[in-house]
């Protein structure tokens, strides 16, 4: 019987003729349809990379939601910094782009709609979900936890330490501030980040040290810290604001006395990228400068921060007999010019983050690295307004013509709103009203002009929607779909083969 059922179906496999496909065509094929036929013939040739890493790089776009990917694309397609033509920017790709993976994340913390950085960056160093304001705790934790540091969830960090890896941590921000800090601390305040007012004497009763306490304390030490914040580390009086009088600085140069400890770009750029031994670099009292702002020979860039970190990580492979390495890299000053209703600076902030992950894109072995580029939250960045294409993506609005932009037009041909005034493409649902009045005294793409906002507040506040997340390298193939924020740690694991 069994026999037969074989023979027939053989039968009719080859009695079936073959169908040819059905020719694609179209009168128009135009530069879009050529692109359009080029992108599918890249994506049909699929890179199988090995099932196991090495290396895992994470990189965050702190704030950078999906209306900033788009604008930042438009942005850096205008206003290239690397040699191309200005163009009209919403055909550009930033380096992300291109990646062969990609995801929608949810964000949200475990008692919060809108998240913060603390609770999304303890997310995916730790693998689970915890409150808002909350740094690698139990969502249940509270500070009576702190005397039972056991107890509370293991980091991404602090494991991969345990199995001899290297950990890096390069960030735009305070080196304490919250994203960076979930990779090696644990509070239940994520104000908590140095001797100081911001951490009151009753709360220090909970036996939690600061953050910048623990980072100098973290077992086996961090091997590459490059970022701001220094004022944190050091006592009042001597160029820091601590009022226990610790210098952790010292402490820490005591700890590693083959670590070299700088603070500022000249001194990063003396040292050896393919030395050995632990680097802390704390470049400013408090956050870096936005990239705008930024002298070079005080402070280093993002993108030549990555590049040290990285050879540094490579170059002290040998001496781990061949252990890799967990690199958190942060471009974390888009979220501040949010913060202060600024595109000029999100924007601008969000073109050298491109430029450091293209930089690190470059620079690794991709078969044996998994780059994850993500972001903790979103803005109430708003982009609209029918505007042209080509149109400045800081400026005024030009409106498209045929589709639905018909309206009153100022006599430069900008649209108006309903109260006469021309409207920009980008603005924020809600930031410092008091600001409005003076940045209106400034065309909207000056680097200082604060945008349009809907209600009123002392600061504009993040976004509740999902976040992107691209992946390229092993396991890359595990990004895809919608997922939950805390997958990100999991999906590192898996990388690294971690049971």
Not at 276 to 296: A, I, Q, T, Y
Not at 329 to 341: L, P, V, Y
Not at 343 to 354: H, I, N, T, V
Not at 438 to 458: C, F, I, M, V, W
Request: aromatic share 6%; glycine share 12%.
């Amino acid at each position: 019987m069994m026999m037969r059922k074989m023979l027939l179906a053989a039968v009719v496999a080859v009695s079936v003729p073959a169908v040819a496909a059905p020719v694609l065509d179209t009168p128009v094929k135009d530069g879009w349809w050529a692109d359009g036929r080029a992108a599918l013939e890249a994506r049909l040739k699929v890179v199988n990379r090995p099932k196991r890493a090495r290396n895992v790089i994470l990189m965050v776009g702190d704030g950078m939601g999906v209306s900033t990917l788009t604008a930042a694309r438009i942005f850096d397609g205008q206003h290239p910094i690397d040699g191309r033509a200005p163009a009209s920017g919403e055909e550009n790709s930033l380096a992300w782009d291109r990646m062969a993976s990609s995801a929608l994340v949810k964000t949200y913390n475990s008692n919060a709609q809108v998240p913060d950085s603390a609770g999304t960056a303890s997310a995916f160093n730790t693998g689970v979900k915890t409150r808002i304001g909350v740094i690698n705790f139990g969502a249940d934790q509270g500070p009576e936890a702190c005397k039972t540091p056991e107890k509370l969830p293991r980091t991404f960090a602090e494991i991969a330490k345990a199995q001899g890896m290297a950990v890096g941590v390069v960030t735009t921000t305070r080196i304490t501030h919250a994203t960076p800090a979930a990779v090696y601390g644990h509070v239940p305040s994520r104000d908590w980040e140095g001797a100081d007012r911001a951490y009151p004497a009753e709360d220090r009763a909970s036996g939690c040290p600061d953050l910048a306490a623990q980072l100098v304390s973290f077992k086996g030490g961090l091997d590459v810290v490059l970022g701001g914040g220094g004022a944190r580390f050091l006592p009042a009086g001597q160029g820091g604001q601590r009022d226990d009088g610790r210098n952790l600085v010292a402490e820490w140069q005591k700890a590693w006395p083959a670590g070299q400890f700088v603070s500022d770009a000249k001194g990063l750029r003396a040292l050896s990228s393919r030395g050995n031994g632990p680097v802390l670099g704390l470049f400013r009292p408090d956050h870096l400068s936005f990239e705008h702002d930024r002298k070079d020979d005080a402070e280093p860039s993002l993108p030549e921060m990555a590049r040290f970190a990285l050879d540094r990580l490579e170059a002290g492979k040998a001496a781990r007999g061949g252990k890799g390495y967990y690199l958190m890299i942060e471009g974390g000053r888009i979220d501040h010019a949010h913060h202060a209703s600024n595109p000029y600076r999100a924007l601008k902030e969000a073109q050298m983050f491109s430029a450091t992950v293209a930089e690190v894109l470059k620079r690794v072995n991709l078969d044996e690295t998994l780059v994850l580029v993500t972001a903790d939250h979103s803005h109430v960045l708003t982009i609209a307004g029918y505007p042209q294409r080509g149109n400045d993506i800081l400026g005024y609005i030009k409106p498209a013509r045929g589709g639905e932009s018909e309206g009153a037009l100022s006599p430069e041909g900008y649209a108006l709103d309903d109260r006469g005034q021309p409207m920009t493409t980008l603005g924020y649902a809600n930031g410092p009203f008091q600001q409005r009045g003076l940045s209106r005294l400034l065309p909207p793409n000056d680097p200082n002009y604060l945008a349009s906002k809907t209600h009123g507040t002392a600061s504009e506040s993040h976004g509740g929607e999902d976040v992107a997340l691209f992946a390229e390298g092993p396991r890359a193939d595990l990004v895809r779909g919608v997922m939950e924020q805390n997958l990100i740690f999991h999906i590192m694991a898996e990388a690294l083969g971690w049971r």
